[in-house]
């Protein structure tokens, strides 16, 4: 079992930007896909970005330019660089991870991961 904790969520202005840090522990020195997904009210969780053990790293077309997937293996860190940030991108984001890797397509599937964080929000004034 990965336990994961998220931190440095926040209010930003429109054009602002926000990094977020994800701490695993437990068995994180196995071979980890480390994913951000985001989720607002009454919506679906959706993929953000993805970080593969194997040096893979995918994002969402929303966020693909604004967005920096970063991690950390000796200290099993993974960070989420949000610049550019716009008003709909206000949500609770939440980190995830399970043993293995995947492809562009799969690492968005959200029954993939068995381990998640409580997530952090992130909350963008127009």
């Known amino acids: 079992q990965v336990q994961l904790a998220e931190s440095g969520g926040g209010l930003v202005q429109t054009g602002g930007s926000l990094r977020l840090s994800c701490a695993a522990s437990?068995?994180?020195?196995?071979?980890?896909?480390l994913t951000w997904f985001r989720q607002v009210p009454g919506k679906e969780r959706d993929f953000v970005a993805a970080?593969?053990?194997?040096?893979?790293?995918f994002y969402a077309d929303s966020v693909k330019g604004r967005f920096t997937i970063s991690r950390e293996n000796s200290t099993g860190t993974v960070s989420l660089q949000m610049n550019s940030l716009k008003p709909e991108d206000t949500a609770v984001y939440y980190c995830?991870?399970?043993?293995?890797?995947?492809?562009?397509?799969?690492?968005?599937?959200?029954?993939?991961?068995?381990?998640w964080g409580r997530g952090t929000q992130v909350t963008v004034a127009s």
């Open positions: 437990g068995r994180a020195n196995n071979p980890l896909t």
């Open positions: 995830a991870a399970f043993v293995g890797a995947c492809t562009a397509v799969s690492c968005r599937d959200r029954r993939l991961y068995r381990n």
């Open positions: 970080t593969t053990w194997r040096h893979g790293i």
